[in-house]
């Protein structure tokens, strides 16, 4: 379709734990674009949080994640297992499928 597969790389930290297949992991990560969490993305994504009246550590992924998808040249879908948090952080200006 054209379309890049772009992830944040705090993404990585969330996926891992004992039963993933690291191989796997890796391959995917392969085919995929990895934005950093940069020291301007931080301080965009807490300002998501506070906008969205989010706040806590289990919703800072997913303020890195919606920050990474703003920053994506339009149009943007975001695939997402968290549907109502990431609409709430990225407002109208995404496309957030839930999985």
Known sequence: MGADLVIGANTIVEVS???????????????VKLEPVTEQAAPAAAEQLEDAGLHEHRYAID????????RQ?????????DSDDMT????????????
């Open 17 to 31: 734990h004992s039963r993933t297949n690291m191989p796997r992991l890796k391959w995917a990560l392969s085919r």
């Open 63 to 70: 303020a890195t994640v919606a920050e990474v998808a703003l």
């Open 73 to 81: 040249p339009k149009p943007v879908a975001l695939l997402t297992s």
């Open 88 to 99: 709430q952080l990225c407002g109208n200006q995404v496309r957030v499928i839930p999985l």
